[in-house]
């Protein structure tokens, strides 16, 4: 099992910056992909970022890439997610997510590779 703890959320403006933070306990030894995916009220769940538990690769949305960047602290089993230029468009719950296999299809790394999923952490960007 692995649990999984976002902290970072939170109000801000636009062109404003935001770090979330995913901590990762339990059997780590088998994660091998973290993904960050969000969802606005009405809409669906997309996919935003993902990148391999060695750090080695990393995959970004389109409306994200230049913009956002995530990275792994590997001596702290804790992957982050920083935002910057952040858009009213961007505001959602962000989840995160650790599954034991890294898979991209169509550009993406899609929701069902994921085993495990953090509560989510709202971020709101007002204009």
């Known amino acids: 099992q692995v649990r999984l703890v976002e902290s970072g959320g939170g109000l801000v403006q636009a062109g404003d910056s935001l770090r979330l933070s995913c901590a990762a306990s339990?059997?780590?030894?088998?994660?091998?992909?973290m993904g960050w995916f969000r969802q606005a009220p009405g809409k669906a769940r997309e996919f935003v970022a993902a990148?391999?538990?060695?750090?080695?690769?990393?995959l970004y949305a389109g409306s994200v890439k230049g913009r956002f960047t995530t990275s792994i602290d590997g001596a702290l089993n804790t992957v982050y997610l920083q935002m910057n230029s952040l858009k009213p468009e961007d505001t959602a719950v962000y989840y995160c997510a650790a599954g034991g296999l890294y898979r991209v299809i169509g550009g993406i790394t899609p929701a069902d590779v994921y085993d495990y999923w953090g509560q989510g952490a709202q971020v709101t960007v007002s204009s």
């Open positions: 339990g059997q780590t030894s088998n994660i091998k992909a």
């Open positions: 990148l391999t538990w060695s750090g080695a690769t990393t």
